[in-house]
């Protein structure tokens, strides 16, 4: 359903060499899309590239450190040169970091910082500059419940997220009347190798998996594609009149208050 929209346009997707990136970066594709993953995972990154061209769709991999304004002049630079013009940007890319801030080294601090806030300026910079020139193009960031609502030991990266939400409305804004749009999802627990390592770290993996599970009111936690989804459509035409938003596609996470499981009655 979505070739009508992608094919022959041009999509970068920060961080897409693994988890909600990588099933963004395969859905665009298979809509037609020519899409560029963004990334420091270099041989997972140009084996999905690779394994997409084979089935006929492009996809193509440049290494990007986010955090580098010049990796990002880079890739932004060969897009130009390759496509002409820069149809929709996917910042997916972000770091993981478990430690109240109490504990928190200055370094750790800024490689969060660095990677999730300041990168994402420097991708949706390079990508707004291009996008309000042409007057056209659609910008989609991943953010995090953490961002709302966190926990004692997420210090670093629940401000990273929090920064990234208040950068998604300003973008907004600056874009609007260029006819770009901004908008972030923010996913619940996703079963990507970030958070496989978190329950890794824990005594028991397997029951930390289904901790968190259970803290969704669906009972289970979210597929990548499941997030891919919505930022395809928040990048089609379909969503023509969204910017500024945050959508959630979280299993009903951020909808209620820590209470235990549902109650059941009998009517």
Same mark, same amino acid.
């Given at each position: 359903?979505?070739?009508?929209?992608?094919?022959?346009? $041009?999509?970068?997707?920060?961080?897409?060499?693994?988890?909600?990136?990588?099933?963004?970066?395969?859905?665009?594709?298979?809509?037609?899309?020519?899409?560029?993953?963004?990334?420091?995972?270099?041989?997972?990154?140009?084996?999905?590239?690779? *394994?997409? $061209?084979?089935?006929?769709?492009?996809?193509?991999?440049?290494? &990007?450190?986010? *955090?580098?304004?010049?990796?990002?002049?880079?890739?932004?630079?060969?897009?130009?040169?390759?496509?002409?013009?820069?149809?929709?940007?996917?910042?997916?890319?972000?770091?993981?970091?478990?430690?109240?801030?109490?504990?928190?080294?200055?370094?750790?601090?800024?490689?969060?910082?660095?990677?999730?806030?300041?990168?994402?300026?420097?991708? &949706?910079?390079?990508?707004?500059?291009?996008? &309000?020139?042409?007057?056209?193009? $659609?910008?989609?960031?991943?953010?995090?419940?953490?961002?709302?609502?966190?926990?004692?030991?997420?210090? #670093?990266?629940?401000?990273?997220?929090?920064? #990234?939400?208040?950068?998604?409305?300003?973008? #907004?804004?600056?874009?609007?009347?260029?006819?770009?749009?901004?908008?972030?999802?923010?996913?619940?627990?996703?079963?990507?190798?970030?958070?496989?390592?978190?329950?890794?770290?824990?005594?028991?993996?397997?029951?930390?998996?289904?901790?968190?599970?259970?803290?969704?009111?669906?009972?289970?936690?979210?597929?990548?594609?499941?997030?891919?989804?919505? #930022?395809?459509?928040?990048? $089609?035409?379909?969503?023509?009149?969204?910017?500024?938003?945050?959508?959630?596609?979280?299993?009903?996470?951020?909808?209620?208050?820590?209470?235990?499981?549902?109650?059941?009655?009998?009517?």
């Amino acid at each position: 359903m979505w070739d009508e929209y992608f094919t022959g346009k $041009s999509v970068v997707v920060g961080g897409g060499s693994t988890g909600i990136g990588a099933a963004a970066v395969e859905q665009f594709a298979r809509a037609g899309a020519h899409v560029v993953i963004a990334d420091v995972a270099d041989e997972i990154g140009t084996t999905l590239a690779r *394994s997409l $061209s084979s089935k006929g769709n492009h996809a193509v991999y440049r290494h &990007c450190d986010v *955090s580098s304004e010049a990796d990002v002049e880079g890739v932004f630079s060969w897009v130009d040169a390759t496509y002409g013009s820069l149809d929709v940007l996917y910042a997916n890319a972000g770091i993981e970091w478990t430690k109240d801030v109490r504990h928190t080294t200055l370094d750790e601090w800024q490689r969060v910082v660095d990677v999730n806030l300041t990168g994402m300026f420097l991708v &949706c910079r390079a990508a707004m500059r291009r996008m &309000c020139d042409q007057g056209f193009g $659609s910008i989609v960031v991943t953010s995090s419940p953490h961002a709302i609502a966190t926990v004692p030991d997420a210090g #670093a990266y629940a401000a990273s997220k929090g920064g #990234a939400h208040a950068l998604v409305r300003s973008l #907004a804004l600056e874009g609007a009347p260029y006819g770009v749009r901004v908008n972030g999802i923010i996913p619940g627990t996703i079963d990507t190798p970030m958070v496989r390592r978190e329950a890794q770290a824990s005594s028991d993996p397997e029951e930390q998996l289904a901790r968190m599970a259970s803290a969704h009111p669906l009972g289970r936690i979210g597929q990548p594609f499941e997030v891919a989804a919505a #930022a395809l459509f928040l990048a $089609s035409p379909l969503a023509s009149f969204m910017t500024g938003s945050m959508v959630t596609v979280d299993g009903g996470l951020m909808s209620g208050l820590p209470a235990g499981p549902p109650l059941s009655y009998n009517n």
